[in-house]
């Protein structure tokens, strides 16, 4: 099989984009697989002579599987053939017979989803939850199946030191914060008893998925929405609830008294207990490196039936992990890791404490999670699960 990997040069690097890609074409090879990838340089348009170059490889490439991350090559997908006559012809991927992956490994309302053009799209998704989510936001979408496709990671992401006993720092956070988005900030917004209402269900029902709570207020208030402001509200309110989260998690467990390691930008513009010690961002290289000198990190997501790419990470490092999706994550790593209710960080931070006093179940801990994810969460694995969905 050989496939093709658009790639966006204009992205920085080092970022998750990179790490990413270049584990699926390890995992490509591991599989026995050929892989290519076709640069360009801005999302969403291609340059005369990308798009000349594109119609060069179609005419004698081979091509069975299109592997686009983040959708961010859609405009690929758009092209299609002409032989001068009134009519266009198939995209080039279908005329080629690709299956055209497409891996969200972000919210589908910050994706360019609804703009992929395949005959045989297979949409993977990092959340249970957003077949559901995807069916709402874009009911005119056809796939050929859909998938779920969790972030993955790689061997080479393991950066912590040979023996656990070196790992310098009892607890981590890491993760850039927007201090003006951790209260309501739409006032002025048109439908603001909408989100209102949606943050107040959050609020007190933190295992709700957000577009269910969107939906269940839009319900109650009699509102009629068009596609803009579905988008907008879910945009917003996941855009808050994220930095809501990340803000009273470090926060609360701060404030009970369990000292913590916090990195990323933000930070610095809001009032900490003492023993949070706050630090400037890192690349991407640097917060591996952060990860593996942790004992136990953080994670807030928004990904309630899934993962986002911090979780696997921690896991391939053995590193400790609290985290509140708990719905696929214990289903990954069972009791390796920590879970942690919104509702009760002052419990989250009794069970950090407790933990970080016996050390020699911390490594247990650790060893399972590394384990756990070398046995079932490297992009080998994501990989042999889209290929038996194409059949390829």
């Known amino acids: 099989m050989h496939a093709l990997i658009p790639f966006c040069t204009s992205v920085p690097s080092p970022t998750f984009y990179q790490d990413f890609i270049e584990g699926l074409e390890s995992a490509l090879a591991e599989l026995g697989h050929t892989a290519e990838r076709f640069e360009f340089r801005e999302i969403g348009a291609l340059a005369q002579e990308e798009l000349e170059r594109f ?10 599987l299109v592997l686009d991350l983040c959708c961010w090559g859609f405009a690929l997908s758009r092209v299609r053939l002409w032989d001068g006559g009134s009519e266009v012809g198939a995209t080039i991927f279908d005329s080629l017979g690709a299956r055209y992956a497409a891996l969200l490994f972000d919210q589908p309302f910050f994706q360019p989803v609804p703009a992929l053009q395949s005959a045989s799209l297979l ?7 957003h077949p559901e989510l995807i069916g709402a936001l874009y009911p005119s979408l ?33 993760g850039n914060l927007a ?22 269900v959050l609020d007190a029902r933190p295992e ?5 709570a969107i939906e269940e207020v839009r319900r109650a208030l009699g509102l009629e929405l068009a596609q ?14 994220r930095h809501r989260l990340r803000h009273r998690l470090v926060t609360s467990i701060a404030a009970a008294g369990v000292p913590i390691e916090v990195y990323g930008k933000g930070w610095d513009g809001v009032e900490l207990p003492n023993n949070a010690r706050v630090h400037p961002a890192t690349d991407y290289r640097a917060y591996m490196d952060l990860i593996g000198d942790a004992r136990i990190c953080l994670d807030a997501s928004t990904y309630l039936g899934g993962s986002n790419d911090r979780a696997v990470q921690f896991a391939v490092n053995g590193t400790v992990f609290f985290s509140n999706a708990r719905e696929y994550l214990y289903e990954a790593f069972g009791d390796a890791a920590g879970f942690y209710s919104p509702l009760d960080f002052a419990e989250a931070a009794e069970r950090i404490r407790d933990l970080l006093a016996r050390p020699r179940e911390i490594e247990a801990r650790s060893e399972r999670l590394r384990a ?3 046995a079932g969460h490297l992009w080998r694995h994501r990989l042999e699960t889209i290929i038996e969905a194409g059949a390829l």
């Not at 201090?179 to 107040?200: I, M």
Request: one cysteine or more; proline letters at 10%.
């Open 208 to 212: 709700v998925p957000l577009h269910r």
């Open 228 to 241: 803009e402001e579905r988008l907008t509200a879910h945009r917003t309110l996941e855009y808050f609830l």
């Open 123 to 129: 949409l993977c998704y990092p959340d249970r939850h």
């Open 179 to 200: 201090p003006e988005a951790t209260e309501p900030f739409w006032s002025d917004a048109p439908h603001r008893r909408l989100y209102d209402g949606a943050a107040a």
């Open 55 to 64: 119609f060069s490889w179609g005419r004698t490439a081979r091509c069975d």
């Open 142 to 174: 056809q796939a050929k199946a859909m998938l779920f496709v969790p972030p993955a990671t790689r061997r080479e992401n393991d950066r912590s030191p040979g023996r656990w006993r070196d790992r310098r720092t009892p607890l981590l956070y890491a």
């Open 372 to 374: 756990l994810a070398l």
